[in-house]
Protein backbone atom coordinates (compact mmCIF):
# COMPACT_ATOMS: atom_id res chain seq x y z
CA UNK A 1 0.00 0.00 0.00
CA UNK A 2 1.17 3.70 -0.71
CA UNK A 3 0.10 6.29 1.75
CA UNK A 4 0.24 10.10 0.77
CA UNK A 5 1.88 12.57 2.91
CA UNK A 6 1.89 16.07 3.00
CA UNK A 7 4.00 18.47 4.96
CA UNK A 8 3.46 21.90 5.08
CA UNK A 9 6.86 24.14 6.39
CA UNK A 10 8.50 21.31 4.63
CA UNK A 11 11.43 23.74 4.25
CA UNK A 12 11.85 24.70 7.72
CA UNK A 13 13.43 23.27 10.62
CA UNK A 14 10.88 20.61 11.55
CA UNK A 15 10.33 20.08 8.27
CA UNK A 16 13.73 18.80 7.44
CA UNK A 17 13.95 16.99 11.05
CA UNK A 18 10.84 15.24 9.78
CA UNK A 19 10.75 14.34 6.45
CA UNK A 20 14.04 11.77 6.34
CA UNK A 21 12.02 10.10 9.16
CA UNK A 22 8.87 9.21 7.49
CA UNK A 23 10.86 8.33 4.61
CA UNK A 24 12.68 5.62 6.30
CA UNK A 25 9.06 3.95 7.37
CA UNK A 26 9.22 5.44 11.08
CA UNK A 27 6.00 7.08 11.04
CA UNK A 28 3.84 4.49 8.86
CA UNK A 29 5.43 1.59 9.14
CA UNK A 30 8.24 -0.53 7.83
CA UNK A 31 5.49 -1.85 4.89
CA UNK A 32 3.92 1.41 3.92
CA UNK A 33 4.91 3.30 1.16
CA UNK A 34 5.22 6.64 1.10
CA UNK A 35 4.38 9.43 -1.39
CA UNK A 36 5.49 12.79 -0.06
CA UNK A 37 3.94 16.53 -1.13
CA UNK A 38 6.15 19.13 -0.14
CA UNK A 39 4.24 22.71 0.50
CA UNK A 40 5.38 25.71 1.22
CA UNK A 41 5.55 29.29 0.78
CA UNK A 42 7.59 30.84 -2.14
CA UNK A 43 10.45 31.90 0.53
CA UNK A 44 10.50 28.40 1.22
CA UNK A 45 10.35 26.07 -1.89
CA UNK A 46 14.53 26.25 -2.41
CA UNK A 47 14.90 24.68 1.19
CA UNK A 48 12.12 22.44 0.70
CA UNK A 49 13.56 21.53 -3.26
CA UNK A 50 17.19 20.91 -1.23
CA UNK A 51 15.55 18.73 1.15
CA UNK A 52 13.91 16.82 -2.07
CA UNK A 53 16.92 16.48 -3.33
CA UNK A 54 18.93 14.85 -0.29
CA UNK A 55 15.47 12.43 -0.12
CA UNK A 56 16.73 11.21 -3.39
CA UNK A 57 20.63 10.81 -2.52
CA UNK A 58 19.07 9.03 0.48
CA UNK A 59 17.53 5.99 -1.63
CA UNK A 60 14.90 5.24 0.50
CA UNK A 61 13.13 1.81 -0.13
CA UNK A 62 9.69 2.94 0.85
CA UNK A 63 9.50 6.73 -0.87
CA UNK A 64 7.60 6.71 -4.09
CA UNK A 65 7.70 10.27 -5.14
CA UNK A 66 8.38 13.21 -3.66
CA UNK A 67 6.73 16.69 -5.13
CA UNK A 68 7.25 20.24 -4.12
CA UNK A 69 4.83 23.14 -4.52
CA UNK A 70 3.73 26.16 -3.32
CA UNK A 71 0.24 25.74 -4.58
CA UNK A 72 -1.91 24.32 -2.31
CA UNK A 73 -4.56 22.54 -4.42
CA UNK A 74 -1.38 20.35 -5.68
CA UNK A 75 0.38 20.15 -2.08
CA UNK A 76 -3.17 18.68 -0.42
CA UNK A 77 -4.05 16.33 -3.64
CA UNK A 78 -4.74 12.92 -2.25
CA UNK A 79 -3.24 13.39 1.13
CA UNK A 80 -4.29 10.28 3.66
CA UNK A 81 -2.47 12.54 6.11
CA UNK A 82 -1.49 16.53 6.09
CA UNK A 83 0.78 17.44 8.60
CA UNK A 84 -0.01 20.99 9.29
CA UNK A 85 3.69 22.47 10.28
CA UNK A 86 4.21 25.57 8.46
CA UNK A 87 3.73 28.09 10.64
CA UNK A 88 6.15 30.93 12.23
CA UNK A 89 7.68 29.93 15.46
CA UNK A 90 7.57 31.68 18.85
CA UNK A 91 11.18 33.64 19.96
CA UNK A 92 12.56 34.63 23.62
CA UNK A 93 9.54 36.39 25.83
CA UNK A 94 6.84 35.51 23.80
CA UNK A 95 3.70 32.97 24.75
CA UNK A 96 2.84 31.00 22.08
CA UNK A 97 -0.81 32.91 21.97
CA UNK A 98 1.00 35.59 20.58
CA UNK A 99 1.21 33.71 17.37
CA UNK A 100 -2.19 33.46 17.05
CA UNK A 101 -2.43 36.79 15.14
CA UNK A 102 0.66 35.72 12.61
CA UNK A 103 -0.17 32.53 12.19
CA UNK A 104 -4.07 31.97 12.21
CA UNK A 105 -4.88 33.06 9.14
CA UNK A 106 -2.79 30.39 7.59
CA UNK A 107 -5.21 27.49 8.42
CA UNK A 108 -8.39 28.62 7.44
CA UNK A 109 -7.90 28.42 3.63
CA UNK A 110 -5.16 25.18 4.10
CA UNK A 111 -8.46 23.77 5.91
CA UNK A 112 -10.78 24.67 2.85
CA UNK A 113 -8.04 23.49 0.36
CA UNK A 114 -7.62 19.77 2.53
CA UNK A 115 -11.63 19.61 1.96
CA UNK A 116 -11.40 20.51 -1.45
CA UNK A 117 -8.28 18.48 -2.40
CA UNK A 118 -7.00 15.58 0.01
CA UNK A 119 -8.27 12.07 -0.10
CA UNK A 120 -11.80 11.43 1.28
CA UNK A 121 -10.46 9.55 4.71
CA UNK A 122 -7.92 12.40 5.49
CA UNK A 123 -6.08 13.20 8.98
CA UNK A 124 -5.01 15.88 9.53
CA UNK A 125 -2.48 16.46 12.24
CA UNK A 126 -1.47 20.44 13.77
CA UNK A 127 1.94 21.24 14.96
CA UNK A 128 2.19 24.90 14.05
CA UNK A 129 1.59 27.27 17.08
CA UNK A 130 -0.94 28.17 18.64
CA UNK A 131 -2.04 24.34 17.70
CA UNK A 132 -4.74 23.72 19.43
CA UNK A 133 -6.18 26.85 17.80
CA UNK A 134 -5.01 26.38 14.65
CA UNK A 135 -6.38 23.47 14.56
CA UNK A 136 -10.22 24.38 15.04
CA UNK A 137 -9.80 27.00 12.45
CA UNK A 138 -8.43 24.44 9.38
CA UNK A 139 -11.66 22.01 11.19
CA UNK A 140 -13.93 24.82 10.89
CA UNK A 141 -12.79 25.93 7.26
CA UNK A 142 -12.75 22.50 6.24
CA UNK A 143 -16.72 21.45 4.72
CA UNK A 144 -17.28 18.36 5.04
CA UNK A 145 -14.25 16.72 6.76
CA UNK A 146 -15.44 15.80 10.12
CA UNK A 147 -13.83 17.80 12.70
CA UNK A 148 -12.12 14.05 14.38
CA UNK A 149 -10.46 13.88 11.03
CA UNK A 150 -8.55 16.92 12.76
CA UNK A 151 -6.23 16.84 16.11
CA UNK A 152 -3.12 18.99 17.23
CA UNK A 153 0.23 17.67 18.79
CA UNK A 154 0.36 17.58 22.83
CA UNK A 155 2.85 14.61 22.42
CA UNK A 156 5.67 16.38 22.80
CA UNK A 157 4.26 17.20 26.52
CA UNK A 158 3.45 13.54 27.16
CA UNK A 159 6.97 12.61 26.18
CA UNK A 160 8.74 15.59 28.08
CA UNK A 161 6.42 14.87 31.08
CA UNK A 162 7.79 11.17 30.60
CA UNK A 163 11.56 12.52 30.62
CA UNK A 164 10.85 14.20 34.14
CA UNK A 165 8.98 11.74 35.84
CA UNK A 166 12.40 9.04 34.70
CA UNK A 167 14.50 11.01 35.97
CA UNK A 168 13.03 11.79 39.07
CA UNK A 169 12.51 8.04 39.59
CA UNK A 170 16.12 7.40 38.42
CA UNK A 171 13.97 5.18 36.07
CA UNK A 172 14.60 4.08 32.49
CA UNK A 173 11.69 6.39 30.37
CA UNK A 174 10.19 3.18 28.76
CA UNK A 175 9.12 2.35 32.34
CA UNK A 176 6.82 5.58 32.33
CA UNK A 177 3.41 5.10 31.39
CA UNK A 178 -0.22 6.36 31.65
CA UNK A 179 0.58 10.15 32.07
CA UNK A 180 -1.90 12.58 30.61
CA UNK A 181 -1.55 15.90 29.14
CA UNK A 182 -4.86 18.14 29.11
CA UNK A 183 -5.36 21.19 27.55
CA UNK A 184 -3.79 23.68 25.97
CA UNK A 185 -0.56 23.08 24.14
CA UNK A 186 0.84 26.38 26.54
CA UNK A 187 2.19 27.31 29.87
CA UNK A 188 -1.75 26.47 31.09
CA UNK A 189 -1.35 22.98 30.19
CA UNK A 190 -1.76 19.92 32.85
CA UNK A 191 0.73 17.04 32.95
CA UNK A 192 -1.37 14.59 34.88
CA UNK A 193 0.10 11.79 36.75
CA UNK A 194 -2.42 10.47 38.87
CA UNK A 195 -2.83 6.99 36.70
CA UNK A 196 1.12 7.45 35.55
CA UNK A 197 3.05 3.99 36.30
CA UNK A 198 6.49 2.96 36.59
CA UNK A 199 7.19 -0.24 36.06
CA UNK A 200 3.47 -1.28 36.54
CA UNK A 201 3.70 0.68 40.05
CA UNK A 202 1.82 4.47 40.68
CA UNK A 203 4.53 6.66 39.98
CA UNK A 204 2.43 8.47 42.76
CA UNK A 205 3.39 5.81 45.59
CA UNK A 206 7.01 5.88 44.01
CA UNK A 207 7.22 9.75 44.21
CA UNK A 208 5.76 9.70 47.68
CA UNK A 209 9.06 7.85 48.58
CA UNK A 210 10.79 10.79 46.85
CA UNK A 211 9.77 13.87 47.56
CA UNK A 212 7.31 13.17 50.43
CA UNK A 213 4.60 15.97 49.35
CA UNK A 214 4.15 14.83 46.00
CA UNK A 215 1.57 17.67 45.34
CA UNK A 216 4.22 20.19 46.44
CA UNK A 217 6.69 18.71 43.93
CA UNK A 218 4.20 18.56 41.36
CA UNK A 219 3.40 22.22 41.46
CA UNK A 220 6.67 23.53 42.47
CA UNK A 221 8.55 21.49 40.17
CA UNK A 222 6.86 19.41 37.78
CA UNK A 223 4.09 21.14 36.21
CA UNK A 224 5.88 24.25 35.79
CA UNK A 225 9.16 22.46 34.07
CA UNK A 226 7.02 20.31 31.61
CA UNK A 227 4.44 23.05 30.69
CA UNK A 228 7.22 25.82 30.45
CA UNK A 229 10.12 23.46 28.57
CA UNK A 230 8.90 25.00 25.10
CA UNK A 231 10.35 28.29 26.93
CA UNK A 232 13.61 26.48 27.96
CA UNK A 233 14.52 25.09 25.15
CA UNK A 234 13.72 28.44 22.94
CA UNK A 235 16.23 30.42 25.94
CA UNK A 236 18.51 27.50 26.13
CA UNK A 237 19.43 26.86 21.96
CA UNK A 238 18.41 29.79 21.21
CA UNK A 239 15.36 28.61 18.93
CA UNK A 240 12.47 26.45 19.44
CA UNK A 241 12.27 22.54 19.60
CA UNK A 242 13.01 20.84 16.36
CA UNK A 243 14.05 16.76 16.82
CA UNK A 244 11.81 16.48 19.51
CA UNK A 245 8.88 18.13 18.13
CA UNK A 246 9.64 16.17 14.87
CA UNK A 247 10.22 13.20 16.98
CA UNK A 248 6.68 13.98 18.97
CA UNK A 249 4.68 14.15 15.31
CA UNK A 250 6.21 10.57 14.30
CA UNK A 251 4.83 9.19 17.57
CA UNK A 252 1.19 11.11 17.02
CA UNK A 253 0.59 9.54 13.81
CA UNK A 254 2.16 6.33 14.15
CA UNK A 255 -0.06 5.94 17.24
CA UNK A 256 -2.92 7.61 14.89
CA UNK A 257 -2.74 5.13 11.62
CA UNK A 258 -1.42 2.13 13.32
CA UNK A 259 -3.27 2.36 16.54
CA UNK A 260 -2.31 1.99 20.65
CA UNK A 261 -3.89 -1.18 21.32
CA UNK A 262 -4.50 -0.52 25.41
CA UNK A 263 -2.02 1.32 25.76
CA UNK A 264 -3.28 5.72 26.88
CA UNK A 265 -1.58 8.79 25.08
CA UNK A 266 -2.09 12.33 24.75
CA UNK A 267 -3.72 14.02 21.79
CA UNK A 268 -5.67 17.24 21.05
CA UNK A 269 -9.08 16.11 19.75
CA UNK A 270 -12.40 17.50 19.07
CA UNK A 271 -14.48 17.47 22.52
CA UNK A 272 -17.72 16.51 22.42
CA UNK A 273 -18.32 17.50 25.91
CA UNK A 274 -16.07 14.75 27.83
CA UNK A 275 -14.98 15.79 30.99
CA UNK A 276 -16.74 18.99 30.80
CA UNK A 277 -14.68 20.50 28.34
CA UNK A 278 -17.25 22.75 26.20
CA UNK A 279 -17.78 20.79 22.97
CA UNK A 280 -16.02 21.76 19.76
CA UNK A 281 -12.95 22.95 21.67
CA UNK A 282 -9.57 21.26 20.39
CA UNK A 283 -8.34 20.23 23.63
CA UNK A 284 -5.93 17.51 24.77
CA UNK A 285 -7.41 14.33 26.18
CA UNK A 286 -6.58 11.03 27.20
CA UNK A 287 -6.61 8.70 24.00
CA UNK A 288 -6.20 5.53 22.83
CA UNK A 289 -6.78 5.02 18.94
CA UNK A 290 -8.19 2.24 16.71
CA UNK A 291 -8.79 1.92 13.11
CA UNK A 292 -7.35 5.13 12.66
CA UNK A 293 -9.93 6.35 15.10
CA UNK A 294 -9.18 8.50 18.29
CA UNK A 295 -11.29 7.68 21.15
CA UNK A 296 -11.25 9.73 24.11
CA UNK A 297 -10.47 7.80 27.27
CA UNK A 298 -13.50 8.72 30.28
CA UNK A 299 -14.14 7.69 33.55
CA UNK A 300 -10.27 9.06 34.59
CA UNK A 301 -11.85 10.96 37.44
CA UNK A 302 -9.70 13.84 37.82
CA UNK A 303 -10.02 15.24 41.72
CA UNK A 304 -10.62 18.82 42.71
CA UNK A 305 -7.10 19.92 42.31
CA UNK A 306 -6.87 18.15 38.88
CA UNK A 307 -10.14 20.01 38.05
CA UNK A 308 -9.07 22.71 38.49
CA UNK A 309 -5.90 22.83 36.29
CA UNK A 310 -7.80 21.66 33.74
CA UNK A 311 -10.43 24.08 33.76
CA UNK A 312 -7.65 27.06 34.30
CA UNK A 313 -6.41 25.45 30.42
CA UNK A 314 -9.74 25.00 28.75
CA UNK A 315 -10.47 28.73 29.79
CA UNK A 316 -7.71 29.90 27.76
CA UNK A 317 -8.62 27.59 24.56
CA UNK A 318 -12.14 29.01 25.46
CA UNK A 319 -10.46 32.93 25.15
CA UNK A 320 -8.55 31.78 22.14
CA UNK A 321 -11.28 30.41 20.17
CA UNK A 322 -13.07 33.75 21.01
CA UNK A 323 -10.12 35.57 19.73
CA UNK A 324 -9.95 34.08 16.60
CA UNK A 325 -14.10 34.80 16.24
CA UNK A 326 -13.16 38.33 16.62
CA UNK A 327 -10.55 38.05 13.97
CA UNK A 328 -13.18 36.65 11.66
CA UNK A 329 -11.01 33.44 11.02
CA UNK A 330 -14.13 31.11 12.15
P1 LIG B 1 10.61 27.27 10.77
O1 LIG B 1 10.49 28.76 10.74
O2 LIG B 1 11.97 26.64 10.75
O3 LIG B 1 9.80 26.65 9.56
C1 LIG B 1 8.51 27.04 9.24
C2 LIG B 1 8.34 26.83 7.76
O4 LIG B 1 6.96 27.02 7.46
C3 LIG B 1 9.13 27.82 6.91
O5 LIG B 1 9.91 27.11 5.96
C4 LIG B 1 8.04 28.65 6.23
O6 LIG B 1 8.41 29.08 4.93
C5 LIG B 1 6.89 27.65 6.21
N1 LIG B 1 5.56 28.26 6.05
C6 LIG B 1 5.10 29.43 6.57
N2 LIG B 1 3.83 29.65 6.17
C7 LIG B 1 3.47 28.59 5.40
C8 LIG B 1 2.30 28.25 4.68
N3 LIG B 1 1.23 29.06 4.67
N4 LIG B 1 2.29 27.09 3.98
C9 LIG B 1 3.36 26.29 3.95
N5 LIG B 1 4.51 26.56 4.61
C10 LIG B 1 4.57 27.70 5.32
O7 LIG B 1 9.78 26.78 12.05
P2 LIG B 1 9.82 25.35 12.78
O8 LIG B 1 10.87 25.40 13.86
O9 LIG B 1 9.85 24.29 11.78
O10 LIG B 1 8.40 25.40 13.54
C11 LIG B 1 7.19 25.33 12.83
C12 LIG B 1 6.00 25.53 13.76
O11 LIG B 1 5.91 24.43 14.69
C13 LIG B 1 6.08 26.78 14.66
O12 LIG B 1 4.81 27.41 14.71
C14 LIG B 1 6.45 26.24 16.02
O13 LIG B 1 6.04 27.09 17.07
C15 LIG B 1 5.66 24.95 16.01
N6 LIG B 1 6.05 23.93 16.99
C16 LIG B 1 5.05 23.22 17.58
C17 LIG B 1 5.35 22.22 18.49
C18 LIG B 1 4.26 21.44 19.15
O14 LIG B 1 4.56 20.61 20.04
N7 LIG B 1 2.99 21.61 18.81
C19 LIG B 1 6.68 21.95 18.82
C20 LIG B 1 7.68 22.71 18.18
C21 LIG B 1 7.36 23.71 17.27
C1 LIG C 1 7.50 23.55 22.08
O1 LIG C 1 6.71 23.17 22.93
O2 LIG C 1 8.72 23.35 22.13
C2 LIG C 1 6.95 24.28 20.86
O3 LIG C 1 5.57 24.48 21.00
C3 LIG C 1 7.67 25.54 20.56
C4 LIG C 1 7.37 26.62 21.57
O4 LIG C 1 7.11 27.76 21.15
O5 LIG C 1 7.40 26.34 22.75
Known sequence: MTTTVTLTGAGGQIGYALLFRIAAGDMLGPDEKVRLRLLEIPAGLAAAE????????????????????????????????????????????????????????????????IAAHAAAGV????????????????????????????SALTRLDENRARGQ???????????????????????????????????????????????????????????????????????VRGSSSVASAANATIDHVRDWALGTGERRTSAAVVSHGEYGVPEGLISSFPV????????????????????????????ELVEERDAVRALGLI
Open 165 to 235: LAAALDAPVAEIAGVTIWGNHSATQFPDVAHATVAGRPVWEALAEQTGDVRTWLESTFIPRVAKRGAEIIQ
Open 288 to 315: QSAEGEWRIVEGLDPDDWAREHIDRSVA
Open 50 to 113: GAALELQDGAFGLLEHVEVTDDPAVGFDGADHALLVGARPRGPGMERGDLLAANGSIFGPQGSA
Open 123 to 150: RVTVVGNPANTNALIAAASADGVPAERF
